[in-house]
Nanobody
Framework: QVQLVESGGGLVQPGGSLRLSCEAS????????MSWYRQAPGKQRELVAG???????NYADSMKGRFTISRDNAKNTVYLQMNSLKPEDTAVYYC?????????WGQGTQVTVSS
């Protein structure tokens, strides 16, 4: 059974940091393209960052320099380090695993940036 379980969300003040984790099971994690998406209320889900099996990374322009995606294949886990958080980063953050036509989603974790 495929599972993606996100954790690490919460309430943080502007300028603060959070590290999200997504632990995967039920598939061969190391060969999948892993990514983080987010969805704010009333907005479409958008790509935050992605990392391939060779650890090549890509980021949405608004996250470059503030967010870092990484993976630990030994732990079947992908991370998203978020620094210099802004109120507009408030959203539910989702983990995605993709290989060809296969695409799996986690349940999401809420990140709220507010003073």
């Amino acid at each position: 059974q495929v599972q993606l379980v996100e954790s690490g969300g919460g309430l943080v003040q502007p300028g603060g940091s959070l590290r999200l984790s997504c632990e995967a099971s039920g598939f061969r994690f190391s060969i999948y393209f892993m990514s983080w998406y987010r969805q704010a209320p009333g907005k479409q889900r958008e790509l935050v960052a992605g990392i391939d099996s060779l650890t090549n990374t890509n980021y949405a322009d608004s996250m470059k320099g503030r967010f870092t995606i990484s993976r630990d294949n030994a732990k079947n886990t992908v991370y998203l380090q978020m620094n210099s958080l802004k109120p507009e980063d408030t959203a539910v953050y989702y983990c995605n695993a993709m290989l060809g036509v296969r695409s799996y989603w986690g349940q999401g974790t809420q990140v709220t940036v507010s003073s």
